[in-house]
Protein backbone atom coordinates (compact mmCIF):
# COMPACT_ATOMS: atom_id res chain seq x y z
CA UNK A 1 0.00 0.00 0.00
CA UNK A 2 1.43 3.20 -1.00
CA UNK A 3 2.17 5.70 2.08
CA UNK A 4 -0.43 8.53 2.52
CA UNK A 5 1.56 12.29 1.56
CA UNK A 6 0.82 15.54 0.98
CA UNK A 7 0.36 14.90 -2.97
CA UNK A 8 -1.69 11.71 -2.68
CA UNK A 9 -4.01 12.92 0.41
CA UNK A 10 -7.17 15.46 -2.05
CA UNK A 11 -9.10 17.74 -0.35
CA UNK A 12 -12.68 17.95 -2.50
CA UNK A 13 -14.13 21.96 -2.18
CA UNK A 14 -18.42 21.95 -3.31
CA UNK A 15 -18.63 25.24 -4.48
CA UNK A 16 -22.66 26.11 -4.75
CA UNK A 17 -25.01 29.04 -5.45
CA UNK A 18 -28.84 27.32 -5.70
CA UNK A 19 -31.86 29.85 -5.58
CA UNK A 20 -33.64 30.13 -2.73
CA UNK A 21 -36.64 32.45 -3.94
CA UNK A 22 -39.69 29.99 -3.81
CA UNK A 23 -40.46 27.27 -0.77
CA UNK A 24 -39.14 24.53 -3.09
CA UNK A 25 -36.06 26.53 -3.86
CA UNK A 26 -35.30 26.72 -0.50
CA UNK A 27 -36.37 22.78 0.13
CA UNK A 28 -33.90 21.63 -2.60
CA UNK A 29 -30.63 23.66 -1.04
CA UNK A 30 -31.60 22.62 2.33
CA UNK A 31 -32.16 18.99 1.38
CA UNK A 32 -28.33 19.23 -0.81
CA UNK A 33 -26.60 21.06 1.84
CA UNK A 34 -27.57 18.44 4.29
CA UNK A 35 -26.74 15.36 2.28
CA UNK A 36 -23.08 16.47 1.80
CA UNK A 37 -22.94 17.13 5.47
CA UNK A 38 -24.60 13.39 6.03
CA UNK A 39 -21.58 12.23 3.47
CA UNK A 40 -18.72 14.05 5.93
CA UNK A 41 -18.52 17.40 3.82
CA UNK A 42 -18.03 20.20 6.62
CA UNK A 43 -19.19 24.36 5.90
CA UNK A 44 -15.62 26.31 4.96
CA UNK A 45 -17.21 29.37 4.01
CA UNK A 46 -21.25 30.02 3.17
CA UNK A 47 -21.94 28.13 0.03
CA UNK A 48 -18.43 26.00 0.38
CA UNK A 49 -17.99 23.25 1.49
CA UNK A 50 -14.49 20.51 1.99
CA UNK A 51 -14.01 16.89 2.66
CA UNK A 52 -10.57 15.18 3.83
CA UNK A 53 -10.00 12.17 0.96
CA UNK A 54 -7.12 9.61 2.06
CA UNK A 55 -6.64 8.41 -1.57
CA UNK A 56 -7.87 9.52 -5.33
CA UNK A 57 -10.16 6.59 -5.29
CA UNK A 58 -11.12 7.87 -2.70
CA UNK A 59 -12.55 11.35 -3.52
CA UNK A 60 -13.83 9.52 -6.77
CA UNK A 61 -16.31 7.82 -4.51
CA UNK A 62 -17.44 11.23 -2.68
CA UNK A 63 -17.51 13.06 -6.00
CA UNK A 64 -19.86 10.64 -7.60
CA UNK A 65 -21.94 10.85 -4.13
CA UNK A 66 -22.28 14.75 -4.58
CA UNK A 67 -23.25 14.30 -8.17
CA UNK A 68 -26.28 12.18 -7.31
CA UNK A 69 -26.93 14.77 -5.10
CA UNK A 70 -27.30 17.63 -7.49
CA UNK A 71 -30.29 19.71 -7.06
CA UNK A 72 -32.32 20.40 -10.67
CA UNK A 73 -31.28 23.98 -10.84
CA UNK A 74 -28.15 26.22 -9.30
CA UNK A 75 -24.41 26.57 -9.97
CA UNK A 76 -22.15 23.45 -8.30
CA UNK A 77 -18.60 23.51 -8.67
CA UNK A 78 -16.54 20.05 -7.56
CA UNK A 79 -12.93 20.63 -7.09
CA UNK A 80 -10.01 18.33 -5.95
CA UNK A 81 -6.81 19.47 -4.79
CA UNK A 82 -3.94 17.83 -3.02
CA UNK A 83 -3.32 17.95 1.22
CA UNK A 84 0.07 20.08 -0.21
CA UNK A 85 -2.13 22.87 -1.97
CA UNK A 86 -4.47 22.97 0.49
CA UNK A 87 -1.80 23.51 3.38
CA UNK A 88 -0.31 26.83 1.73
CA UNK A 89 -3.99 28.46 2.20
CA UNK A 90 -3.96 31.72 3.69
CA UNK A 91 -7.32 32.44 5.98
CA UNK A 92 -8.02 35.46 7.56
CA UNK A 93 -10.87 36.83 9.77
CA UNK A 94 -10.67 40.61 8.64
CA UNK A 95 -7.04 41.47 9.01
CA UNK A 96 -5.73 38.72 11.21
CA UNK A 97 -4.50 35.39 10.11
CA UNK A 98 -6.10 32.67 10.98
CA UNK A 99 -4.87 29.00 11.44
CA UNK A 100 -6.31 26.00 8.53
CA UNK A 101 -8.44 23.85 9.18
CA UNK A 102 -7.25 20.85 11.01
CA UNK A 103 -6.67 17.30 8.54
CA UNK A 104 -9.09 15.02 10.34
CA UNK A 105 -7.76 11.79 11.40
CA UNK A 106 -9.85 9.31 9.49
CA UNK A 107 -9.16 5.45 9.87
CA UNK A 108 -9.59 2.98 6.98
CA UNK A 109 -10.29 -0.71 7.21
CA UNK A 110 -9.49 -2.86 4.11
Known amino acids: ?4 NQYRVLWILVFFDLPTETKKDRKAHAKFRKEIMQDGF ?4 FSIYLRHCNSRENADV ?3 RVKRLLPEKGHI ?3 TI ?8 ELFIGKEITKRPDTPQQ ?4
Open 62 to 64: HMR
Open 77 to 79: GIL
Open 42 to 45: VMFQ
Open 82 to 89: TDRQFGDI
Open 1 to 4: MERL
Open 107 to 110: LELF
